[in-house]
Structures are given as structure tokens and as C-alpha cells.
T-cell receptor, first 113, second 117 residues
Framework: DAKTTQPNSMESNEEEPVHLPCNHS???????IHWYRQLPSQGPEYVIH???SNVNNRMASLAIAEDRKSSTLILHRATLRDAAVYYCILRDFVRNAGNMLTFGGGTRLMVKP | EAGVAQSPRYKIIEKRQSVAFWCNPI?????LYWYQQILGQGPKLLIQ????????DSQLPKDRFSAERLKGVDSTLKIQPAKLEDSAVYLC???????????????FGAGTRLSVL
């Protein structure tokens, strides 16, 4: 699977929007963009995924650049419970027959009250 | 719906000892994964099962690590003998390909934190 690049850490104020960037300049046409997050002392949990179009769900929004070489996870109003490590992962469902997740270092989001 | 259950939550052993971790996936999930997460890093896949068969164990250190999934439900990961560098959180995840192939959400347990002294 293609690699992703994320900032090591970001800070946000509570109740403000947060934009978490991810660069994936070597993305292929069959790569889906997935986001997982890991709260302290817990396993990762799924947040959102997309292919080409922007996506919204109850947890977050995913904005995908037109050339698909970057994406942004948007938390519309950060809460203290959103403090976590956020992972941007590319999953190729053609070549990745096992659909395994390849995690990078992720972005540690700190939320200040 | 119950989540992925793992036990124990914590384990402390001395190097060269043996240790085993247990995982009970979400009911009906055919695929089960074991990941190793070293402090400060993202999880790394060790082994993947589809029902009771191994799909991928290319990153499993087979000289000391073993895993099984008898009857295609629960799974056990064993380390024998343990080394200092095995200190990590061992995460179990399961999935059932619901929501279409593009989604295939993996659901993770809380993990077992292993300290090797």
C-alpha cells in the first residue's frame, strides 16, 4: 500500500473545528483513504473513508483533494474526548487481498479546554 | 453488540518466559487480526486469519511467536521465549466485510500490554 505523511502532533481548542491533513502523493487509482483514531489506552476505531468525493458521517468529514494526493479529516467541533492519535491509511482493495491495515505514526491531537 | 474481548489486559514477565494472549472476536466475524504496537508507533500486523486458516503471517517472528484460531472463533497468540523487545501492546481486531469491500471496518479490542523485564 502507498505511504501517507501526517504531522506528528496538532493542538486545538475545545469546541473549535480541527483540520487534520494527510499527504499521499503516490496514491493509486484503487486506493481508498481510511481514517482510524486511537483514544488513550484503547484500540484504534474506524472514523471515515472515501475514494474521490468528500464524505460526511456523524463523527467527521473527509475532504479529498481533486488530484487525490492529499486529504483532510475535519472534526467540526472538537471535544476533550476527541484527543487521540489519528491515522490516515490507504487501502488498495485490488492488490491488498487481505485488506490489512498498514498504520503509520499518525497525528496526536491534543484538545485544550 | 459486544466488542472484541481480549485478556489479560496487562502482563509482566521476565525474558525467556512464555506468555499467551486470548482474543474473542465479534460474533460472526470471519476475519481476525493480531497487531503489535510498540510505544510511540502505529500498530503492525502480525497475523491474519480467515475463519481458522492463516491468510498472512509474513510479519510474524515464527521462531518465537505462534498463533492459532481453532474452530474459527477465539484465537490465542503465544510468545515463547519472550525477549525484551517484545514489550508492546498486542491488539486483536476482527471484521466481517460488512458495508461492502471498500469499507471492511476492523473492530479492535483494548489490547494486552506486555512488559518483558
Amino acid at each position: 500500500d502507498a505511504k501517507t505523511t501526517q504531522p506528528n502532533s496538532m493542538e486545538s481548542n475545545e469546541e473549535e473545528p480541527v483540520h487534520l491533513p494527510c499527504n499521499h502523493s503516490t496514491i493509486s487509482g484503487t486506493d481508498y483513504i481510511h481514517w482510524y483514531r486511537q483514544l488513550p489506552s484503547q484500540g484504534p476505531e474506524y472514523v471515515i473513508h472515501g475514494l474521490t468525493s468528500n464524505v460526511n458521517n456523524r463523527m467527521a468529514s473527509l475532504a479529498i483533494a481533486e488530484d487525490r494526493k492529499s486529504s483532510t479529516l475535519i472534526l467540526h467541533r472538537a471535544t476533550l474526548r476527541d484527543a487521540a492519535v489519528y491515522y490516515c491509511i490507504l487501502r488498495d482493495f485490488v492488490r491488498n487481498a487481505g485488506n490489512m491495515l498498514t498504520f503509520g505514526g499518525g497525528t496526536r491531537l491534543m484538545v485544550k479546554p | 453488540e459486544a466488542g472484541v474481548a481480549q485478556s489479560p489486559r496487562y502482563k509482566i514477565i521476565e525474558k525467556r518466559q512464555s506468555v499467551a494472549f486470548w482474543c474473542n472476536p465479534i460474533s460472526g466475524h470471519a476475519t481476525l487480526y493480531w497487531y503489535q504496537q510498540i510505544l510511540g508507533q502505529g500498530p503492525k500486523l502480525l497475523i491474519q486469519f480467515q475463519n481458522n486458516g492463516v491468510v498472512d503471517d509474513s510479519q510474524l517472528p515464527k521462531d518465537r511467536f505462534s498463533a492459532e484460531r481453532l474452530k474459527g472463533v477465539d484465537s490465542t497468540l503465544k510468545i515463547q521465549p519472550a525477549k525484551l523487545e517484545d514489550s508492546a501492546v498486542y491488539l486483536c481486531a476482527s471484521s466481517n466485510f460488512s458495508g461492502g469491500l471498500s469499507k471492511n471496518i476492523q473492530y479492535f479490542g483494548a489490547g494486552t500490554r506486555l512488559s518483558v523485564l
